[in-house]
């Protein structure tokens, strides 16, 4: 076997290298420059696909506080404008409406304290759709956009919460349940909201804190946690799964039939390859074991026709492997290895629309490019092959990817692309340049050697 070394090498260039003409252009980088930059954070493109809202973080003199900006700029990239600004206070986390008009996103500008407000795309000023004393923790819009729900209250007692989809009215407490409600999930139909709560409430490292003794507790002791439902309509709770488990990663197939979810159990000592996936029928509630090892696998993804369920994990499920994605029916039987005879880590970021391919973004020695994996034949190929960093996202109803792009001499930016033209890159639509700047420094060499 031979082994592969992968070295970067930034080389400074000289007068000697560069042209007179070029050195003129451009001067040489300083260290404040490195404070100049801004950074790209979420992004997401509108349901009708015509606009991409987005969030940029910047530095703030005399403060040095990092804060963060809203945005909304044309799929074309011709048209960009500025949703949000507030002077040392950020705006995070956008998200569209399900039929678009509104996008929703929290800040702590008003009071200190993280709450929801929404914002038409055209502009106009921000409102505010809630008054949590504590703050508010996730939240999210149904499928259908007709509600919001969030988790709000004091730590340890949070609780759900629900809004009307255009964030008029008064918000309604949803659950009352004996501890506090942590991850949740809307179903398909919008008629309950599935959610993690533990088995008893953590009060005992509660009174710690509050006390003010804030040692650190190695494996501290964590009590059994959860899958319940709550209909929306009756407020009536629901416990879905038993046992010595702490659930998390919630997963949800679009036919609505099916949650799948990791297991951990609750026993202190024990580490996240202790883990396990488990599929629950959410129509006989009955839930079934998928994996029995000692690795640590990946989320389970199902694919968008509900009949597949796909992770990634080691090769042979043996820790230490290379991980390889794994694929089955959702109604039973072996797992399937895809990309068996690669020696690279594979894994599963979204689904082509007819199930047929996987796409994931994987390493390359110093890059970072987008794959495809045959869901069916298993066979793995390139769809980029670039010199730079790339990650690509896909909005559930859309056939237009995001990239979050960079090489040696652009920092991040944001492009849009279809699908099926993600490897033409002259086919990309540059929607971001945050830092125009850096076209007047003189950067160092990049040089990948491979041996």
Request: glycine share 10%; charged share 30%.
């Amino acid at each position: 076997m031979i082994a592969r070394v992968v070295l970067l090498v930034a080389i400074a260039l000289t007068g000697a290298r560069v042209p007179a003409s070029a050195q003129q252009a451009k001067r040489p980088m300083d260290f404040p420059d490195i404070f100049r930059f801004k950074t790209l954070q979420s992004a997401e493109l509108s349901p009708d696909g015509a606009w991409v809202v987005y969030e940029v973080q910047r530095l703030e003199f005399p403060d040095w506080k990092r804060v963060s900006d809203l945005f909304v700029v044309s799929a074309d990239g011709r048209s960009t404008k500025q949703l949000t600004y507030t002077e040392g206070e950020s705006e995070s986390g956008p998200r569209w409406r399900p039929g678009g008009g509104l996008v929703g996103f929290t800040s702590t500008r008003d009071g200190k304290k993280r709450q929801l407000f929404v914002i038409r795309p055209d502009g106009g000023e921000a409102r505010k759709i809630t008054d949590a004393e504590d703050g508010i923790e996730s939240w999210a819009w149904s499928r259908d956009g007709s509600r919001i729900a969030y988790v709000a209250g004091p730590e340890g007692k949070r609780q759900l919460w629900l809004l009307a989809g255009d964030g008029t009215g008064k918000a309604e407490q949803l659950t009352r349940h004996a501890t506090e409600v942590r991850d949740f999930s809307w179903s398909e139909d919008g008629r309950k909201v599935y959610f993690v709560a533990p088995d008893e409430p953590d009060s005992t490292r509660r009174k710690r804190m509050k006390e003010k003794f804030d040692v650190r507790v190695v494996n501290e002791p964590q009590a059994p946690a959860h899958l319940w439902a709550v209909e929306v309509g009756t407020k009536r709770e629901t416990r879905l799964t038993e046992g010595p488990l702490r659930v998390s990663g919630l997963e949800l197939s679009r036919d609505g039939r099916w949650a799948a979810y990791r297991g951990m159990p609750a026993d202190r000592y024990r580490d996240f390859r202790a883990s396990e996936l488990y599929l629950l029928d959410l129509q006989s509630g009955t839930s079934e074991r998928l994996t029995e090892n000692f690795v640590g696998e990946g989320g389970v993804s199902f694919s968008p026709d509900s009949r597949l369920i796909a992770t990634a994990a080691p090769r042979d499920f043996r820790y230490g492997n290379v991980r390889h994605v794994y694929v089955r029916p959702v109604t039973g039987g072996e797992w399937r290895e895809l990309g068996r005879g690669t020696d690279r880590d594979l894994g599963v970021d979204f689904w082509s629309a007819d199930a047929r391919r996987i796409y994931f973004d994987g390493s390359d020695g110093v890059n970072r490019n987008v794959y495809e994996l045959d869901a069916q034949g298993g066979a793995v190929r390139p769809v980029t092959r670039l010199d730079a960093t790339l990650t690509a996202t896909k909005p559930r109803e859309s056939e237009s990817v995001l990239l979050r792009y960079s090489d040696a001499s652009s920092p991040t930016d944001l492009y849009l692309v279809p699908l099926a033209q993600l490897g033409r890159r002259e086919r990309w639509v540059r929607l971001t340049t945050l830092n125009a700047w850096v076209d007047s420094v003189a950067l160092g060499r990049y040089e990948t050697v491979q041996l």
